[in-house]
């Protein structure tokens, strides 16, 4: 299925399933992207699915809407697009994409939406550019963990997705248990050159028995600690 891979700074926050017929983006809780950024409209722009094509339409925000650097209306989405919204950037994966259809637009203290001047505009853009697009193709390592100490769910997982993560929410990868544990305790983001983690809470996160504060590199072999479980990075052949 299709996804919406939300990023910032050339960091994956969370990625989307395209699975109904309107996805929305915006600044308020109630949209189903939700970007907390003054940047970015309350209601900014919207995801449409059809049958045959996937498309992006702008809702008369304020900074804009633009797919590979190109400000848009409504536009048909491509595998690999990426489309800036304020300061994130969203990348569109796109499996097995739909026909050639063809295209046929705010509320306002803190609830403003800050205007982005067009020389910051500019910037965001150019940094999309230099992001890795989101296909899974054949030269990609594919990676996973196996369980040493802890009470986990598997003794092994293999990390498919852009980002996967540890933790006690439901859906996390990597379910931990317990009434104190984070909801999130690290994220790892699956990209060209390898798998990065970084820590998502206050609690300590640890690689070969030192501790991590920032991103980090996962090396075959690494040895990475979180929330009480103890885990072995491997690269499958």
Do not use: C, W
């Not at 926050?13 to 309350?42: F, H, M």
């Not at 800050?114 to 193709?137: E, F, G, N």
Request: charged share 30%.
């Amino acid at each position: 299925m299709a996804k919406a891979i939300l990023t910032f700074q050339d960091t994956v926050i969370k990625d989307y399933l395209l699975d109904k017929d309107i996805i929305t983006i915006g600044r308020k809780p109630d949209n189903d992207i939700r970007i907390d950024n003054l940047a970015v409209s309350g209601y900014h722009a919207k995801i449409i699915v059809g049958k045959d094509a996937i498309f992006i339409e702008d809702n008369n925000s304020l900074n804009g809407t633009f797919v590979n650097g190109a400000k848009v209306i409504k536009h048909q989405l491509r595998h690999g697009d990426k489309v800036n919204i304020g300061k994130h950037i969203i990348i569109f994966d796109i499996p097995e994409e739909a026909g050639k259809t063809p295209p046929v637009t705010r509320p306002q203290s803190m609830d403003e939406t800050l205007v982005i001047s067009p020389d910051i505009q500019q910037r965001y853009i150019k940094q999309s550019t230099s992001l890795t697009t989101a296909s899974t193709s054949g030269t990609e390592p594919l990676g996973g963990f196996a369980v040493i100490e802890g009470a986990l769910d598997q003794k092994e997982y293999i990390l498919k997705d852009r980002v996967s993560r540890i933790g006690k929410e439901d859906d996390a990868e990597i379910r931990v248990r317990g009434l104190f544990k984070p909801k999130v305790a690290a994220i790892i983001n699956r990209k060209k050159d390898g798998y990065f983690i970084s820590p998502s809470s206050k609690k300590p996160l640890k690689i070969n028995g030192e501790d991590i504060t920032g991103r980090r590199q996962l090396n075959d072999g690494d040895i990475v600690e979180v929330v009480g479980v103890k885990l072995q990075f491997f690269i499958k052949e």
